[in-house]
């Protein structure tokens, strides 16, 4: 019992010291929606695990109506887990999330397969899920990874990674992060879409100068091809000492 009271603590915790909204504990424990569908989701949980399956779905359905987030009792959830805002999330049956694992508003930790078994993602530690993410998919997301906001994510990501755009691309940091404070820095997260199409704009530049520096040195050719062949229509070069040409008069 002790334990599941010091969970719960941790869980108000969490939410203080990473939602520079929140101005006392108690507010966090009276107005925070993600809040109590974690408290309800630990509850569930516990009955799931014990077979308790229809108390379990029930309590699940009544914190979805609730607070507009939808944890399936199954799913396995860390400690110090923050749902901010909260509308709109869903989380799978087979889904794990780690410790202290940051999710926003719209994200979906969904399956893509029918069969029974794993089918959800797996969310390490210290991972920070954007608004609107999609993760689908039994894939694994490393320790320490971002997920930016609208992102599509249907692959593994290594640890201490970036994952950005539809479908998403991962961008792998060229060193681990060593700060242990919670960043909320999401304008910082790298466009590799946008700076894979400026690489492509520059190199379409590139060989437009190319092209035309070719074609001014085609048509100077042609014209001096032109020149010749004017020349040609007027006075041959001299055979024998004898100049020939076509209308040649003195």
Known sequence: MNK??????????????????????????LYYPGLHAI????????????????????LSQITRFFTGIEIHPGA????????DHGMGVVIGE?????????????????????????RHPTIADDVVVGAGAKVLGAIHI?????????????????????????????VKRSHPQLEERFDLNHNNLPDAIGQSLLILMEKMDKLESKIDINLTQKQLYIEETELTVESDNKIHS??????????FSI
Request: glycine share 12%; charged share 25%; hydrophobic share 40%.
């Open 142 to 170: 490393g320790k320490k990874s971002r997920i930016g906001a609208n992102a599509v994510v249907v692959k593994e990501v290594p640890e201490d990674s970036v994952v950005v755009g539809v479908p998403g691309q991962i």
């Open 238 to 247: 001299p055979v024998d000492g004898v100049w020939s040409g076509e209308d």
């Open 94 to 118: 087979t889904a794990e999330i780690g410790n202290n694992v940051t999710l926003y508003h719209g994200v979906t930790l969904g399956g893509v397969s029918t069969k029974k078994g794993k």
């Open 39 to 58: 408290w309800s989701h630990r509850i569930a949980h516990g009955l799931w695990r014990r077979k308790i399956y229809f108390p379990a779905r029930w």
């Open 76 to 83: 396995i959830i860390g400690r110090c887990l923050f749902i």
């Open 4 to 29: 599941f009271f010091r969970t719960f603590l941790e869980d108000v915790d969490a939410v203080f010291s990473r939602d520079p909204a929140a101005r006392s504990r108690l507010g966090v424990v």
